[in-house]
């Protein structure tokens, strides 16, 4: 759980921007879209082998530049 403590004389904007600041650093906001649908076993694995075959696509171009 993502908690920030405001000061005294801290502004509420600056404390929701070092908010959301921590949230991000958590993953919280990608977890949540993860989460948002149910994903069957089929398409969870179809969808980590699209994620390693782009990983193996990159690291080739990579090498060739």
């Known amino acids: 759980m993502t908690q920030i403590s405001v000061g005294e004389n801290e502004g509420i904007e600056s404390a929701l921007r ?7 650093k958590a993953g919280i906001f990608s977890d949540i879209k993860k989460h948002r649908h149910f ?3 089929l ?3 179809k969808r980590k082998a699209k994620e390693v075959a782009r ?7 990579s090498r060739l530049q």
């Open 18 to 24: 070092r908010f959301k600041r921590e949230v991000s």
């Open 39 to 41: 994903e069957t076993p």
């Open 55 to 61: 990983s193996k696509r990159y690291r080739k171009r």
């Open 43 to 45: 398409q969870k694995d």
